[in-house]
Each structure stands twice: as C-alpha cells, then as structure tokens.
C-alpha cells in the first residue's frame, strides 16, 4: 500500500500525543462551587453527589485553603438557608449578616487572593423554590430584578470578586451592572449564566441546598433545550448589558451551544458541568460500568474543546490530582 498522508504517525507513542495535544487542562480552568450551611463543625454528604459535602463555615474555610494550595483559582459559593428564612421576598438574600454575606467575607479574610464567585437567584431564600418573587403562580421578572440588584450589592460589599446571576430574569446583567457603578463598586465582575437550560440534570444540587420548586417548573424562564440560535441571543445581549464572562449551563449535553457562544462573543466563556453530570459519573462508576478517572478527565476536556474558557465542576480537586498524577 502507498498513501501519501498516514494519520496514525501523529498518534504512535504518548510524547507524540502529548507534543501535538490541542486541548489543555490545567487547574486555573476550575471554578470549585462550594455548598455552605450554618453551624460549625458540620460536614454533610450530598446524598445524590457522593464525596460531595456541605459544609459550615469553619469546615468550608479549610477547604478553600486546601483547593488554592492545590492551584484552584477561584469559588463559586451556595448557602443553604433555613426554613425559617425564606419568604416570598429575598429578604434574607440581602441580608448583609446572611449566611452568604459572612461566608464570603470569612473566605477573603483568610484566603484573599482566591476569586470569590456567588451565585445570585432566590431559589434557596424562596418559600417557593423558585429564582424570583412569586406573583399569582407567575415568576415576576422586574420586581425580581430589582432585588438581584441588591443582591449583588451586598455581596460586592462583602467582598465578592464576581457576581454571577443563574436566575434567567430578562434585563438583569445591565440593573446589576447599574447598580455596582452606582454603588462605587467599579472592579466587580459578572459571570452571566447567559444560556442556562431548564435541565433535568440539576436535581442533585436542588437536594444539596434543598431548592426544588415548591409549584411547577422553571420553564418560564430557562430556556428550552430544542434552542441553539435563542443561547446566543442570550449571551450576546448579557454582554451588551456588562457581563464580563458568561456561561453555558448544563455543560455535558450542551457542548455545541458552548462552541456556539464561543464563537458568538468575545468575552470568556464559562461552562458548568453540573450536580447531575457528576452524578451520573458517580454512579455509573460505582457500578463499575465506566472508570471515574477517564470520564471525569474525558468529560472536562471536551467541554474545554468545545470552547470553554473556564468550567465549574464539582471535579475540580479530582480534575487536578489526576493532572498531577
Ligand atoms: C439556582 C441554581 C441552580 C444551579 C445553580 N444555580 C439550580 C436551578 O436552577 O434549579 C444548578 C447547579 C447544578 O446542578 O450543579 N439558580
């Protein structure tokens, strides 16, 4: 046989492979979301996301050391409220003594160079799970806005280095924007969750902060998973608004909408590879029907590949010890 061009010459040994590799992980690529409860000395399995903890807020200090010492870069926080907290309001969402307020200032005081990303929607402050105010069974959208506003606020006052909006609400990016200059808080970043999806894959996280809706669905405001061309309608408008990065959420099932976006803007782009991504690892794995460590590192590259800049993974401690390995 003669061929002119044989591509297997390319894929012959491991340092080939390696010398030619297009895609890159490395640990500065992780956002480590990070699920805070109140008390102290608490460390609570998620059930759904095994080796996967909520944590109070002395435990949760301890694990931010432990993921910059590893080269973990930056934290996107989750508090989980009480029952007793939550109303129809966002009341304890602005609350400047709340759970997320004192977790965020806790985290800068003792690690001040790890980016602080908070998650900014009402879901875990609502009566009803949802991400806005509740009006007659609808999800209000410019009563909502005003209060992620204030919300964004005061995490900015808490020390926040990003904001990053997962409720979907329309005009959000430019009131939260409006309302960090007015504030003075000019080096405050947004991290839009610009195509967020109404997934099915989110149910692990909703029992990690207890945040399922009370009523219905959040198909009123995610979006559709039949729609390509409405994400970047979406992304392009969240950075006409401010949005210093954005995000495509779920990651796995979403990787064209993620090269989609990438080639759309000209800001980052961030993917979140979510609670039931990581699940369906877990549990495959534990079956022993697929190998955690290549599917965890399998998975994390293609969603680099598709053209993520950075990812929010719950793998991210994983992700690194196997690229150390
Ligand atoms: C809340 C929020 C959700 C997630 C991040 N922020 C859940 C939801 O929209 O119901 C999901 C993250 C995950 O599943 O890992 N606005």
């Known amino acids: 046989m003669y061929l002119q061009r044989r591509n297997r010459i390319l894929r012959q040994s491991p340092a080939i492979r390696s010398l030619i590799a297009e895609t890159l992980l490395t640990p500065s690529d992780f956002i480590a979301p990070i699920f805070i409860d109140e008390g102290e000395n608490v460390n609570t399995e998620i059930a759904s996301m095994p080796n996967y903890y909520r944590r109070s807020l002395d435990l949760t200090i301890k694990e931010v050391k432990e993921l910059y010492s590893m080269g973990i870069k930056s934290v996107l926080l989750f508090v989980k409220a009480k029952d007793e907290v939550k109303d129809n309001k966002g009341t304890e969402a602005v609350n400047p003594n709340g759970l997320m307020q004192r977790s965020i200032k806790a985290i800068k005081d003792a690690v001040p160079e790890m980016v602080v990303m908070t998650d900014v929607a009402l879901d875990p402050f609502s009566s009803y799970g949802h991400d806005g105010i509740v009006e007659n069974g609808e999800i209000v959208n410019d009563a909502t806005v005003e209060v992620l506003a204030q919300m964004s606020v005061s ?50 996280f909703r029992d990690a902060l207890d945040s399922a809706p009370g009523f219905g669905d959040k198909k009123t405001y995610q979006m559709d998973y039949a729609n390509r061309i409405e994400a970047v309608r979406e992304a392009v408008m969240d950075v006409e608004e401010g949005a210093d990065i954005v995000m495509v959420k779920p990651a796995l099932a979403y990787l064209d909408i993620i090269r989609e976006v990438k080639n759309a803007v000209d800001v980052p782009v961030s993917a979140y590879n979510i609670s039931g991504e990581y699940a369906m690892i877990k549990a495959a794995a534990k079956m022993g029907w697929i190998n955690e460590e290549k599917a965890i590192l399998e998975t994390l590259t293609s969603m680099k590949r598709a053209g993520a800049d950075l990812i929010a993974t719950y793998f991210a401690k994983d992700a690194v010890r196997l690229l150390n390995a």
């Open 155 to 204: 995490h900015a006052q808490a020390g926040a280095d990003f904001v990053a909006p997962s409720d979907m609400m329309d005009g959000r990016i430019a009131a939260i924007r409006e309302a960090l200059e007015h504030n003075g808080f000019t080096k405050t970043g947004i991290m839009a969750y610009s195509a967020k999806y109404a997934s099915c894959f989110y149910g692990p």
